[in-house]
């Protein structure tokens, strides 16, 4: 599984670093380093909706740091599992 957060200053400017560690520190967490990956996009297109991630195909808009362990849940260690 890959997973895109965007870092365009749009999103930056919304914390999506913090995002980022924090998709790290779960996956770290839930040893799926071998199977769920994190990378950096510079703009995913949909600046005005807040922090912004892609799950393979999936647009995932409004990510903080008050959501990000639910779509961590129900999006990604549901589909891995």
Same mark, same amino acid.
């Given at each position: 599984m890959n997973i895109y957060v965007c870092i365009g200053s749009s999103c930056h400017q919304r914390s999506?670093? #913090?995002? =980022?560690?924090?998709?790290? #520190? =779960?996956i770290a967490e839930n040893r799926l380093g071998n199977s769920v990956f994190v990378s950096s996009a510079f *703009?995913? $297109?949909? *600046? #005005? #909706? $807040?922090? %912004? &991630?892609?799950i393979d195909d999936e &647009? &995932? %808009?409004g990510v903080g740091m008050g959501n990000i362990a639910d779509i961590f849940q129900d999006r990604i260690l549901a589909a891995v599992r």
């Open positions: 999506s670093y #913090a995002v =980022m560690r924090q998709l790290k #520190a =779960m *703009c995913l $297109g949909h *600046c #005005a #909706a $807040g922090v %912004t &991630i892609q &647009i &995932i %808009t």
